[in-house]
């Protein structure tokens, strides 16, 4: 018979060891915790796009403060320093990350050791699909050599098979387009529909090129974040003051147009491709959800930024001495003139993730994770991690 001081201690042991564990899972909304802590299956993801993903990879580039974010308030709810993030803390493609049970994103081009396993972020504010939207950027050809650079080095540190295993389980998670869209109506104040339509055809066409050029390097499951409503951004309502405080209609025409076309893209890659699988969050309607009906989702402010200048405080968040900042950015639904808080963070990550609503679909990231490609690992010819840079 065990002793009573015996079996104290072992209960002891036993809360002290879940204790121990708990402080194990990341910090998080609680949208979602539950199925969060029982995922148990290792899968990489693979992150692209602009400044909504970056997890401060322009810190590293030799680029004026415009195109930064290493600078006080920025990271002030969460990480409690500025990490390069255009968020008071966490964005959509961390709570992924830890969703997925990985660890907060580094940014790929910061030195030091990296284990690209987990995967790699290499999402760059301010970049476009189209180099001559942002040259100095890591526009989307840019980062898709990064992403070959790591395929070959998973290649080289765990061998062909592992690595195969590693790029079809793998997810890749997107965000492109609202830069090459702000930029052309900031050169063409009043394009025409057939301009609008050329303009989308053409960074249409380049993204689907990146995509597919990662499918023929292994991947499989893919994870879309359509363009957001970039006519009702602060940034862009205070730049083209539309009268009565309307959103700035050029803007929401391109980027409904670039939505419509990418949503019959991927569709048509799914019939096209074998074993190809995908998720297509509107971000776009679920941020115009949330700007129509803040209360709904637990904000009070939905039109102003929680930190910047401006009647909509719509620019210049920490980059100049008189700029204002709100006592509480969960209370607002756009941090900065381009950006939304932490807070709208986790309950866009939350559609994203579990899906069952009309902002997500064929499927959710939650079954896009539980998807088995491992068999794509079988009809991959030995050449295909061999990439030219």
């Not at 006080?72 to 390069?84: A, C, H, M, N, V």
């Not at 930024?305 to 950015?329: F, M, Q, T």
Request: net charge negative; charged share 15%.
């Amino acid at each position: 018979m065990e002793s009573a001081a015996a079996s104290s201690i072992r209960s002891l042991l036993y809360i002290l060891l879940m204790s121990y564990s708990s402080l194990l899972i990341p910090p998080a909304s609680s949208q979602g915790d539950e199925s969060r802590q029982a995922n148990n299956k290792h899968v990489a993801v693979f992150v692209f796009g602009d400044s909504l993903f970056d997890p401060g990879n322009n810190n590293y580039l030799n680029i004026s403060i415009d195109g930064k974010a290493n600078f006080i308030p920025y990271g002030e709810s969460f990480f409690k320093y500025p990490t390069g993030r255009f968020c008071d803390g966490r964005t959509i493609s961390d709570f992924a990350a830890m969703y997925l049970n990985l660890p907060l994103w580094e940014p790929y081009l910061q030195p030091g050791s990296h284990n690209f396993s987990n995967g790699a972020n290499f999402a760059s504010a301010g970049a476009g699909v189209l180099e001559e939207t942002s040259p100095d950027r890591l526009y989307s050809q840019k980062q898709l050599s990064y992403f070959k650079k790591v395929a070959n080095l998973l290649k080289q540190q765990l061998g062909d098979a592992e690595a195969k295993k590693i790029l079809a389980d793998a997810i890749y998670l997107s965000s492109f387009g609202g830069t090459d869209y702000i930029s052309f109506i900031q050169s063409f104040y009043n394009p025409t529909e057939l301009q609008q339509r050329e303009r989308v055809n053409m960074v249409i066409g380049n993204f689907t090129n990146v995509i597919k050029e990662i499918y023929e390097m292994g991947g499989r499951k893919f994870a879309f974040q359509n363009v957001g409503p970039l006519g009702c951004l602060p940034l862009m309502k205070q730049e083209f003051n539309p009268s009565g405080g309307a959103c700035v209609e050029v803007l929401q025409a391109i980027a409904s147009l670039h939505n419509s076309l990418l949503s019959n893209v991927t569709a048509e890659l799914q019939s096209q491709l074998s074993g190809f699988k995908y998720v297509y969050f509107d971000f776009f309607s679920s941020l115009n959800d949330m700007k129509n009906y803040p209360k709904k989702y637990g904000f009070n402010v939905s039109d102003i930024a929680c930190c910047g200048i401006g009647l909509d405080r719509g620019s210049d968040c920490g980059k100049v001495k008189e700029y204002e900042l709100c006592s509480d950015p969960n209370e607002y639904l756009y941090f900065d003139g381009g950006h939304q808080c932490e807070h709208a963070n986790s309950i866009l990550s939350n559609f994203l993730w579990n899906g069952g609503s009309n902002f997500t679909w064929p499927i959710s990231m939650k079954q896009l994770y539980g998807l088995n490609s491992t068999i794509a690992i079988e009809i991959l010819s030995e050449d295909k991690l061999s990439f030219s840079m």
